[in-house]
Each structure stands twice: as structure tokens, then as C-alpha cells.
Nanobody, 115 residues
Framework: QVQLVESGGGLVQPGGSLRLSCASS????????LSWYRQALGKQRELVAV???????NYPDSVKGRFTISRDNTKNTVYLQMNSLKPEDTAVYYC?????????WGQGTQVTVSS
């Protein structure tokens, strides 16, 4: 089975930046899409970024212009660059890889935006 492991979370002040990483134990080239989700305490999980095999990306309005998803196939790693962070960005962030009928999830990494 493919394993996805997130890292890079932590505490950051409002307006600051973080870069999250999602390292795969196998090739990420075969995934149809690679995504980042987040789940704040007491709220439902929400999609924050998607990248396809063709390098098309999509973001919800809540993070558009602030977050950027990218990948490095040689390192089998997906990234989420987060800039201009706000307190409402506080959540556990999860990496997801969508294959041919199979979805893989990482364990999550905590992001806390607070002064």
C-alpha cells in the first residue's frame, strides 16, 4: 500500500507563511489527482487545493491567491505553500492521493495561526 506522510505544520502568526509537504512511499505520477484537505475543530473536512496529472490546479475562494499546490515527481512529494495566513486557516491539514478507484490519505499535520 502507498503511504502518505505530511509534515511542515506548526504555529505561525497571522500574515505568516508555512509550507506543508506530503511525501509518498511510492510514485505519485500515477495518481489522477493530489489534494490537500483541512478540518478545523468542530467543522467538516473541506478541500483546499487540487492538482491533476496535467498540472491543472483548483482552489476554493477562501484560499485562492494565498495557497499554492505543487508537486515534485522526482521526490514523490506534494507541497502546499500557504501565505498570508489567517486565524481561520487553523486546522489539521491532510494530503490525499486519488488513484484508479483507490484513495490514500495521510495522517494529517496541525496548522495553528495565532498571535
Amino acid at each position: 500500500q502507498v503511504q502518505l506522510v505530511e509534515s511542515g505544520g506548526g504555529l505561525v502568526q497571522p500574515g505568516g507563511s508555512l509550507r506543508l509537504s506530503c511525501a509518498s512511499s511510492g510514485s505519485i505520477s500515477s495518481f489522477l489527482t493530489l489534494s490537500w484537505y483541512r478540518q478545523a475543530l468542530g467543522k467538516q473536512r473541506e478541500l483546499v487545493a487540487v492538482i491533476t496529472k496535467g498540472d491543472n490546479t483548483n482552489y476554493p475562494d477562501s484560499v485562492k491567491g494565498r495557497f499554492t499546490i505543487s508537486r515534485d515527481n522526482t521526490k514523490n512529494t506534494v507541497y502546499l505553500q500557504m501565505n498570508s495566513l489567517k486565524p481561520e486557516d487553523t486546522a489539521v491539514y491532510y494530503c490525499r492521493g486519488l488513484g484508479a478507484g483507490i484513495t490514500y490519505w495521510g495522517q494529517g499535520t496541525q496548522v495553528t495561526v495565532s498571535s
